[in-house]
């Protein structure tokens, strides 16, 4: 059975998987948010910051999607999602993810969740780095 924490995470993806991200009814008012890496790295601080940072990243890309791979319950605060992502830049055409069978976007999202609330949301382009990070085995069909 998952914990409520999982619940809450897949709750988010429920949305995201449709393209919806407008909801932050999840987040704690003052959450932080870091993307590690990829085109923007960015850290922020409180849902206006985080938003802003989503907003100005979204604008570059279109018919952008998430689908799970795999929730991982770390802790008793850690959720870890592992992800691909699929998504047509704006200015390039460029296709990342499962489109067609473009290059996959292998990702992983950190939740650290307290009291039902996200306060915590790291996400990374780079999947492999995110095992490392959190000092978890890389996958098997990685490099």
Same mark, same amino acid.
């Given at each position: 059975?998952?914990?409520?924490?999982?619940?809450?995470?897949r709750?988010?993806?429920?949305?995201?998987?449709?393209?919806?991200?407008?909801?932050?009814?999840?987040?704690?008012? #003052?959450?932080?948010? @870091?993307?590690? *890496?990829?085109? &923007?790295?960015?850290?922020?601080? +409180? =849902?206006?910051?985080?938003a802003? !940072?989503?907003?100005?990243?979204?604008?570059?890309?279109?018919?952008?999607?998430?689908?799970?791979?795999?929730?991982?319950?770390?802790?008793? #605060?850690?959720?870890? @999602?592992?992800? *691909?992502?699929s &998504?047509?830049?704006?200015?390039? +055409? =460029?296709?990342?993810?499962?489109? !067609?069978?473009?290059?996959?976007?292998?990702g992983?999202?950190?939740?650290?969740v307290?009291?039902?609330?996200?306060?915590?949301?790291?996400?990374?382009?780079?999947?492999?780095?995110?095992?490392?990070?959190?000092?978890?085995?890389?996958?098997?069909?990685?490099?």
């Amino acid at each position: 059975m998952a914990s409520a924490n999982v619940d809450l995470v897949r709750s988010i993806y429920a949305c995201w998987e449709r393209g919806d991200f407008a909801s932050s009814e999840w987040a704690h008012p #003052e959450i932080e948010g @870091v993307i590690v *890496d990829g085109p &923007a790295p960015r850290h922020s601080r +409180g =849902l206006a910051e985080l938003a802003e !940072g989503w907003r100005d990243f979204f604008t570059a890309w279109e018919d952008w999607r998430v689908y799970v791979d795999e929730y991982r319950e770390l802790d008793s #605060e850690r959720v870890l @999602v592992l992800e *691909d992502r699929s &998504a047509r830049a704006k200015m390039s +055409g =460029l296709r990342i993810g499962k489109m !067609g069978g473009e290059t996959r976007s292998k990702g992983a999202s950190l939740f650290h969740v307290h009291a039902g609330q996200v306060t915590r949301f790291v996400t990374y382009f780079d999947r492999q780095q995110a095992l490392a990070d959190l000092g978890l085995a890389p996958e098997p069909d990685s490099p």
